[in-house]
């Protein structure tokens, strides 16, 4: 197969026994990844465990004729994190890539969720990518190169009935993203969001996912992971066989000056301060203040006026 090819290359995916995760490691490993398919195998709230289901993945792999290596640790300890890296450097002998994926839900209306849905979500979505990530990017800063594919939600980034801890912790990568971003550009490590719809057991009893399969996310988040793709902090969303990019936009609002101003002051403009209709997208280093006060709407307060 030629194209966008993985030889001598090294991967991690979290969460890889089944869905999203399960077809990403497939993908790799068709196109000369070596894999660890890391999952503990546990049911959707983060319940239970089993070896079977990161073992049938890499036989699939292996049956294929690619190399892959199981990991049954959860991401949402350290030990967890440092333990699959350090298999993949046993194994493999470098890491190259990352697909932060694994997670569960434990959807509950905030009136009534506990601290325990709470944590767990947090604990395996958003501790899970400081576990990983964290000894990753050590592993891959002497090689010059990585590349960390994040795992948003459509629920985190416009928010959805139930799912406040799961909303809190895929928003969390987005912002975690944009700090490794800069952080690592120097070593040559590109970190990027998926944001997937897929119909997985995830999503079984919701109809966002549009009843596409896995395999349509596959192809960005396999791009993202790729030496081809030298971009970094950019959001992808894969759903129902479209894909596109999603940032955050804001408008110029309102400029006052450098005093302060009154609370009537700050009402009175509330429309313009809030009308998205002229908004953009900025990325870091773009001189956002000095494009914002140029075409900001000047506007003298009254209370001076
Ligand atoms: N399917 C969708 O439409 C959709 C939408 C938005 C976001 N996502 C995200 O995509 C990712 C994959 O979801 P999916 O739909 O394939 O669901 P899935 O339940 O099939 O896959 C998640 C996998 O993560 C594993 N996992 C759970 N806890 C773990 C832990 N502590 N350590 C390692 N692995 C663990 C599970 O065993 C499971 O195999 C998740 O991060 C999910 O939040 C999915």
Known sequence: MSGIRFDGRVAIVTGAGGGLGRTYALELARRGCAVIVNDPGCARDG????????????????????RAAASYDGV????????????ALREFGRLDVVLHNAGILRDRSFRKMTEDDWDAVIAVHLKGLFA???????????????????????????????????????????????????????????????????????????????????????????????EACNESGIIIRAQGGRFSRQAIAFNAGV???PEPVTVEDFA????????????????????V?????????????????
């Open 76 to 87: 949402h300890t350290a030990a967890g994190g440092r333990a699959m890296v350090d298999l």
């Open 132 to 226: 990983v990530c964290r000894p990753a990017i050590d592993a891959m800063v002497p090689n010059g190169y990585g590349r960390i594919v994040l795992t948003a939600s459509g629920a985190g980034l416009f928010g959805n009935f139930g799912q406040a801890n799961y909303a809190a912790a895929k928003m969390g990568q987005v912002g975690a993203m944009q700090v490794l971003n800069l952080e690592c550009a120097k070593y040559g490590i590109r970190v990027n969001t998926i944001s997937p719809a897929a119909a997985t057991r995830m999503t079984a009893d919701v109809q966002q996912s549009s009843g596409t399969p896995p395999e349509c996310v596959t192809p960005a988040v396999v791009y993202l992971a790729s």
């Open 47 to 66: 319940s239970g465990a089993s070896a079977q289901m990161a073992d049938t993945v890499v036989a699939e792999i292996r049956a294929a004729g690619g």
């Open 255 to 257: 400029y006052f000056g």
């Open 268 to 287: 009175a403009e509330w429309t313009t301060i809030t009308d998205m209709s002229g908004a953009r997208c900025f990325s870091f280093g773009d001189k």
């Open 289 to 305: 203040a000095e494009i914002i006060k140029q075409s900001a709407r000047e506007v003298v307060p009254r209370s001076r006026g």
